[in-house]
């Protein structure tokens, strides 16, 4: 098992930046993010392996966001620049032996909201 704990959620205006956190209970080779708006289904936004040389990103946050991770500490982070309202949402981390695969584990989630 591995646990995720997320931080780095809140409230930010249009055009502003936020960065999230995940650490883990332990190694894992690939992890990244999704996340689920109201009413909508969840959705992929990022991964990244565990080396941090393969990286993959959902169109809609594609030159706004970043990926990284720091496998000292066991943490995945997503930096998220120039937001838009239509980011708000749940942010989830996740975690699992490939990104070419769906996850295995999964953090509760850090609300993030944008506001216009």
């Known amino acids: 098992q591995v646990q995720l704990v997320e931080s780095g959620g809140g409230l930010v205006q249009a055009g502003g930046s936020l960065r999230l956190s995940c650490a883990a209970s332990?190694?894992?080779?690939?992890m990244g993010w999704s996340r689920q708006a109201p009413g909508k289904e969840r959705e992929f936004v990022a991964v990244?392996?565990?080396?941090?040389?393969?990286?993959s990103y959902a169109d809609s946050v594609k030159g706004r966001f970043t990926i990284s991770r720091d496998n000292a500490k066991n943490t995945v982070y997503l930096q998220m620049n120039s937001l838009k309202p239509e980011d708000t949402a749940v942010y989830y981390c996740?975690?699992?032996?490939?990104?070419?695969?769906?996850?295995?584990?999964w953090g509760r989630g850090t609300q993030v909201t944008v506001s216009s």
């Open positions: 990244i392996n565990w080396s941090g040389d393969t990286t």
């Open positions: 332990r190694r894992t080779p690939a």
């Open positions: 996740n975690a699992g032996g490939s990104t070419a695969s769906p996850p295995n584990y």
